[in-house]
C-alpha cells in the first residue's frame, strides 16, 4: 500500500493507493494503444499549431 499525501488549501489528506491499483494504472498508461492514440493526437497537434498560433494572436 502507497499512501500519497496531498494538501489542498490548508488541509492535508492521506490517501492509500494499493499496488495492484497503481500497477493497473501503469499497464494502461505503457499499453501500445494508448502510446498510439497519444502520438496521433500529438502529430496532429503540431502539425495544426501555426494556426493555433495564428488564432491567439487575433
Do not use: C, Q
Not at 490517501?15 to 499499453?31: C, D, E, W
Not at 502510446?35 to 497537434?45: A, F, G, S, T, V
Amino acid at each position: 500500500m502507497l499512501k500519497v499525501k496531498v494538501k489542498v488549501k490548508d488541509k492535508r489528506f492521506s490517501i492509500p493507493v494499493p499496488y495492484a491499483v497503481l500497477n493497473l494504472v501503469i499497464l494502461i498508461i505503457t499499453s501500445k494503444g494508448i502510446n498510439r492514440l497519444i502520438n496521433k493526437e500529438l502529430k496532429r497537434m503540431t502539425a495544426n499549431s501555426s494556426s493555433w498560433k495564428l488564432k491567439e494572436k487575433i
